[in-house]
């Protein structure tokens, strides 16, 4: 297994180019099996789930081509319903062709995901939103079988705000008969992304940017092109690896639109960030960091996959910062392990209450999920001395080139080939 090795101290000048979106590339991967034909997608980063997605979609028939940053889709054969065990355990985001396959052929068997290294991360509410679109379900050795002979357009309120469920539920009511009313749907601006797309292969979706959709169910779709949205999780852990080292950078190919709540957390924290239409520049110069408080919520409050990140940046700011993760009460794995660097934090249920130290020192840790990873890693360019960061296939999942791209900024980081 590949492992990190960090050594911290060197201010990070320069820029920076933000990757496609991971979470948005996911469900559009999964909403091409809606229709047979040819997909051109650009802008789609480099990354291991991506490659997942796309040997899944094989697995169900599709022929996927990889170029640089492209990805070419032919749906015209993807007839299989079947998304098998061994590659919906490593990534969650497989569960997505439920809705696809159901709506389109009237059947799917698609494995449970499982749970992940935090907790149990139920699926509960893609397969209810199912249901009331009229599928019944079973669940058959591990697999989620599911079955219509078409679905009817149908209300349904999500009782929380899930980025998932509102994917699959979408990709569900596209084609069926009638019209649903869905609310409750998460506003993550990649569930915004999907529907847009899905409206682009002539789908009749309103309200799209709202929490109420209303889908005219279509009986056919035909494919689109599309280009992915800028990572505005890459783009906030980036913000925070200025804060960590001092410096200055510029994103570019940014949204800055998705990132406010990030803006003015990273400037609460004493950080200069400004921004254009594409780009932010974050500059940090001998200031200390200010201390500060997080409270995860879905979009547009502050992301959960942020707070690992931010974390470690807490830890070297003057005074006691606290971070609450609503969304998943459990995702503080890293904080063990940004401890091993010398971090002070204490947990009060799901608040973690940071009191900064003027220094991290370089250890050997352990990254136990993609967003821990990070953190470590952002840790380790603050640290004194050597860090070593073991088991990063976490984050070869949702961080393109990470090295690649802070070394050619100035951070001394480099990557150790470990056996498989
Ligand atoms: C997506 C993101 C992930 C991010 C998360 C929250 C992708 C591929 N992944 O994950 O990076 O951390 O949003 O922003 O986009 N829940 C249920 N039942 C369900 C589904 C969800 O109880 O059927 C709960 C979850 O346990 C969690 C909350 O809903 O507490 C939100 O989760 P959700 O938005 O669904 O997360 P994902 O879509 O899995």
């Known amino acids: 297994m590949d492992s990190f090795l960090l050594r911290g101290g060197t201010p990070l000048e320069g820029e920076i180019p933000i990757s496609g979106s991971k979470n948005a590339t996911l469900p559009l991967l999964a909403a091409v099996l809606l229709a047979p034909g040819f997909y051109r997608f650009t802008n789609v980063p480099q990354l291991k789930d991506v490659r997942t997605m796309s040997n899944l979609l094989r697995i169900l028939g599709a022929k996927v081509d990889e170029a640089e940053h492209e990805l070419h889709i032919d749906t015209s054969h993807a007839t299989h319903v079947e998304a098998p065990y061994e590659l919906v355990k490593t990534m969650r985001a497989s569960f997505y062709v439920l809705g696809p396959l159901l709506a389109r052929h009237g059947e799917a068997r698609v494995s449970l995901p499982g749970g992940c290294a935090w907790g149990p991360r139920p699926v509960d509410l893609h397969m209810k939103g199912m249901e009331a679109l009229g599928a019944k379900l079973d669940l058959d050795q591990g697999y989620v079988v599911a079955r219509a002979d078409y679905l009817k357009g149908a209300e349904f309120e999500f009782p929380i705000s899930s980025v998932g469920a509102s994917c699959n539920v979408i990709m569900a009511a596209v084609l069926a008969r009638g019209t649903s009313v869905l609310k409750n749907i998460a506003l993550e601006p990649e569930v915004t992304q999907l529907s847009i797309f899905l409206n682009r292969m002539g789908a009749k979706i309103s309200g799209i940017g709202t929490r109420t959709l209303t889908i005219q169910g279509v009986p056919d779709l035909k494919p689109a092109d599309a280009v992915m949205i800028p990572d505005r999780i890459e783009t906030g852990s980036y913000i925070c690896a200025v804060g960590m080292t001092s410096g200055k950078l510029r994103l570019t190919h940014a949204d800055p639109s ?60 003057g005074g006691e910062s606290r971070i609450t993760d609503t969304i998943y009460t459990d995702r503080f794995t890293h904080v063990a392990e940004l401890a091993r660097l010398g971090a002070n934090i204490r947990m009060e249920g799901n608040v973690a209450v940071i009191a900064g130290v003027k220094e991290f020192v370089g250890a050997p840790v352990m990254s136990t999920d993609l967003r821990a990873s990070v953190s470590l890693v952002l840790a380790g360019l603050a640290a004194r001395g050597e860090t070593e960061v073991k088991r990063i296939y976490h984050l070869d999942r949702g961080y393109e080139k990470l090295e690649v791209k802070l070394s050619r900024v100035g951070a001394d980081i480099r990557r150790v080939e470990g056996e498989a």
């Not at 940090?284 to 470690?312: C, E, H, S, V």
Request: proline share 8%.
């Open 258 to 317: 998705h990132m406010q709540i990030v803006i003015e957390t990273a400037r609460a924290a004493g950080l200069n960030v400004q921004y254009g239409s594409d780009s932010i520049t974050v500059e940090r110069r001998n200031g200390a960091l200010k201390p500060f408080a997080i409270t995860t919520d879905p979009y547009p409050g502050f992301p959960t996959d942020l707070q690992a990140p931010f974390m470690a940046l807490a830890g070297l700011a």
